[in-house]
Structure formats: C-alpha cells, structure tokens
C-alpha cells in the first residue's frame, strides 16, 4: 500500500515508520507498507521539515483463500441501488461501489452507501467514451473532478478506480490510439489503483433474466483465489437485484468470503 496517495492533500517529502515491522515494513523510502503476519502496528509519519506528523493505525488480518467482492458500477439510481443496499444490509455483507457522478437528488443514496461500510469508489465524472478517453489530462480530471466532489460532499478520498469498459476496452482507441496503454502506465504516479473483474455477471450484456446473472456467476467463481464480480445498480436493473440473494447464498455455502474493496486490495487486472 501507498501511504501518500491515500491523503487529500500532497505533502513533500512524507516518510513513515512502523512501531513493529514483523507485522507491517515499511519500505526504504518510508512511504510503502507490506502487511508481514497477523497484528496491529502504528505508523508514525513525518514531513521532511518536520512541519507535519501523523499517525496511521495498521490491522493485519489473515487473508481468506476464497473470496468473493460484489462490484456496482454506473450507479447511484433511485430504482436500483436502495434495493441492493437492502439485500447487503440483510446478508451483512460489504460490497464496493464505483459510481458515477451523482445528482443532487441522489446524494443521500452515496451516503448511505458510505454510512453502511461499504466503499465507495470512482468509475468516472463522465462515462461517455467520447468525453473521457480523447487524452490522458482528460481522462485524469473524469477521475479526479469526482474525486475532489466526493471529498467536498462526503468526506470520502477516494483512490479506488475502474475504467469505464475496464483497462482492456477497444473503443477507447477510436478517440485516442493507445491510451489505454499509456493510462494504466500512469495510473500509480497519479495516486490511483484500479480494478478490472474477473467475474461477469452479464448484466450489461448476454444476461437477459435474473437466471442468467445467478448463472454468469457462479460458473465464473473459482475457489482458492480473490473473485471480482462485476455487477451494475444502474435503474431498472431488475436481473441483477433479483439474482443478487441467490448468489450470496451460493458463496456462503461455498465456503466464499465477502469483502469489500480497500487501498490494500490487490488489483484484479
């Protein structure tokens, strides 16, 4: 993890020191962690003239071998969102929003996601292609005008990201050839981590009927390994939402675990 790109602010020179490195080691230059073993450390931060401190409290947990992060994309929507934050709420399961810029009439809906440990995350400003990927600054300030929004609106910095069609598409080429390639080059320098999917639901595509969510699902779910299950609350998304308990049954008995999305979570490219 990148302590630096986790601040709402940049700061020079900001470098750390772990209270126990056999459970969190921090890098030469002070500013990366590696989780070691089980346990808590503190993380004490300094800028290099001293000006600013801060301190960072780390938990290491054991990491599950199987488990299963529900993904949202295109929301928030006054159909679909509230009835999928319901059925998580019921399950006690945490999943990962990428939203898009929300409407005024809709900020109650990304605060409840928020509210409800959930994380909330940038899919874009804009998810027009034609828009977002014609540059390199155009498609950084998609990610960092919401970035900056939900900071103003909800107290939320956000450093987790998805591409619009994820990091692979092709239609990104048509507006500027090759920078997908560039993007993803860049990404880290900027502050941000992405997630692809290795999960779909086929909700944005082949999936036609609640059936063939549940179906896409659970025959693209592997044991032993982390899930990223892509799935859209975008409005009258009625598949998904009456899929959605049917296939948190199948991962629970499964022997799944449901996680959200963290800044530690290792990117499914």
Same mark, same amino acid.
């Given at each position: 993890?990148?302590?630096?790109?986790?601040?709402?602010?940049?700061?020079?020179?900001?470098?750390?020191?772990?209270?126990?490195?056999?459970?969190?080691?921090?890098?030469?230059?002070?500013?990366?962690?590696?989780?070691?073993?089980?346990?808590?450390?503190?993380?004490?931060?300094?800028?290099?003239?001293?000006?600013?401190?801060?301190?960072?409290?780390?938990?290491?947990?054991?990491?599950?071998?199987?488990?299963?992060?529900?993904?949202?994309?295109?929301?928030?929507?006054?159909?679909?969102?509230?009835?999928?934050?319901?059925?998580?709420?019921?399950?006690?399961?945490?999943?990962?929003?990428?939203?898009?810029?929300?409407?005024?009439?809709?900020?109650?809906?990304?605060?409840?996601?928020?509210?409800?440990?959930?994380?909330?995350?940038?899919?874009?400003?804009?998810?027009?292609? #034609?828009?977002?990927?014609? +540059?390199?600054?155009?498609? $950084?300030?998609?990610?960092?005008? %919401?970035?900056? !929004? =939900?900071? *103003?609106?909800?107290?939320?910095?956000?450093?987790?990201?998805?591409?619009?069609?994820? #990091?692979?598409?092709?239609? +990104?080429?048509?507006?500027? $050839?090759?920078?997908?390639?560039? %993007?993803?080059? !860049? =990404?880290? *320098?900027?502050?941000?981590?992405?997630?692809?999917?290795?999960?779909?639901?086929?909700?944005?595509?082949?999936?036609?009927?609640?059936?063939?969510?549940?179906?896409?699902?659970?025959?693209?779910?592997? !044991?032993?390994?982390?899930?990223?299950?892509?799935?859209?609350?975008?409005?009258?998304?009625?598949?998904?939402?009456?899929?959605?308990?049917?296939?948190?049954?199948?991962?629970?008995?499964?022997?799944?675990?449901?996680?959200?999305?963290?800044?530690?979570?290792?990117?499914?490219?």
């Amino acid at each position: 993890l990148e302590l630096e790109s986790q601040f709402s602010e940049k700061y020079d020179d900001v470098s750390f020191i772990s209270s126990d490195e056999d459970v969190v080691k921090v890098s030469k230059n002070g500013t990366l962690i590696k989780a070691k073993k089980k346990g808590k450390a503190t993380l004490l931060g300094r800028t290099a003239d001293d000006t600013y401190r801060f301190i960072c409290r780390v938990t290491v947990k054991k990491k599950p071998k199987s488990i299963i992060y529900l993904t949202f994309d295109d929301g928030p929507s006054r159909y679909s969102t509230p009835k999928v934050l319901e059925i998580l709420k019921d399950n006690d399961i945490k999943a990962t929003f990428f939203e898009i810029n929300p409407a005024k009439e809709d900020y109650d809906l990304t605060q409840r996601v928020i509210d409800e440990g959930h994380t909330l995350a940038i899919h874009g400003y804009s998810h027009i292609y #034609s828009k977002i990927y014609t +540059s390199d600054k155009t498609y $950084k300030k998609n990610l960092t005008k %919401l970035q900056s !929004k =939900f900071f *103003k609106k909800f107290g939320v910095w956000c450093t987790q990201t998805r591409f619009p069609g994820g #990091s692979s598409n092709t239609v +990104s080429r048509n507006y500027s $050839k090759g920078i997908m390639s560039r %993007l993803v080059k !860049k =990404f880290h *320098k900027w502050g941000f981590t992405y997630q692809d999917w290795n999960v779909s639901s086929g909700d944005a595509g082949g999936a036609k009927t609640a059936d063939d969510v549940y179906n896409y699902v659970v025959s693209g779910l592997q !044991k032993g390994r982390s899930n990223v299950v892509l799935m859209h609350d975008y409005s009258g998304n009625d598949k998904t939402i009456n899929a959605l308990q049917r296939v948190i049954d199948y991962g629970k008995d499964n022997g799944y675990t449901f996680l959200p999305m963290t800044a530690a979570t290792t990117e499914v490219i």
